[in-house]
């Protein structure tokens, strides 16, 4: 039989809020470019971003909750127009932490979370049972029921 113990699961996650609304972003790779440029591999919407505005670097780490660092600017360098203002504070750089809020610009804000759960995996031969719900109202019925009661007992009509 299987272990049936759990696994963890973690998820870095960036909430991004601009002009297209509010969406979740989950971080998988080692290195990101952020910005309103369509070769930009996470895309804001807003005219107030340069076109790339930051960097995104995973840094290593034995730890399994491997960090973000954040960095204002291209991949050459150049610094962004607006800069970044992580938690009220402007930063050419940053390790990011669960709950930091970083501000690109006016109505453009970026929320870092790291998302740590339990996966607990399957025991062979124990699968899922698929349980169909049925609406009462689906069902045909084979014999009418009679829809007026007689008062007079059968066979004394």
Excluded: C, W
Excluded at 19 to 43: C, H, N
Excluded at 58 to 77: F, L, N, P
Excluded at 107 to 114: A, H, I, N, T, W
């Amino acid at each position: 039989m299987s272990d049936p113990s759990a696994k963890p699961l973690q998820e870095h996650i960036l909430i991004i809020l601009d002009d297209a609304g509010r969406r979740e972003v989950l971080l998988s790779e080692t290195f990101y470019t952020i910005g309103r440029s369509p070769r930009a591999d996470i895309r804001i919407k807003s005219q107030f971003v340069s076109r790339i505005h930051a960097v995104l670097v995973r840094k290593s780490s034995d730890d399994v909750q491997a960090a973000y660092r954040i960095i204002d600017g291209d991949e050459d360098g150049q610094g962004s127009v607006n800069g970044l203002m992580i938690n009220g504070k402007k930063v050419q750089e940053h390790t990011i932490q669960t709950g930091d809020e970083i501000v690109m610009g006016p109505q453009v804000s970026v929320r870092y979370e790291y998302r740590r759960r339990d996966q607990f995996g399957t025991i062979p031969g124990n699968e899922q049972f698929d349980i169909t719900l049925i609406d009462p109202g689906m069902i045909e019925d084979e014999e009418e029921i009679p829809t007026s009661v007689s008062s007079s007992p059968p066979g004394m009509e």
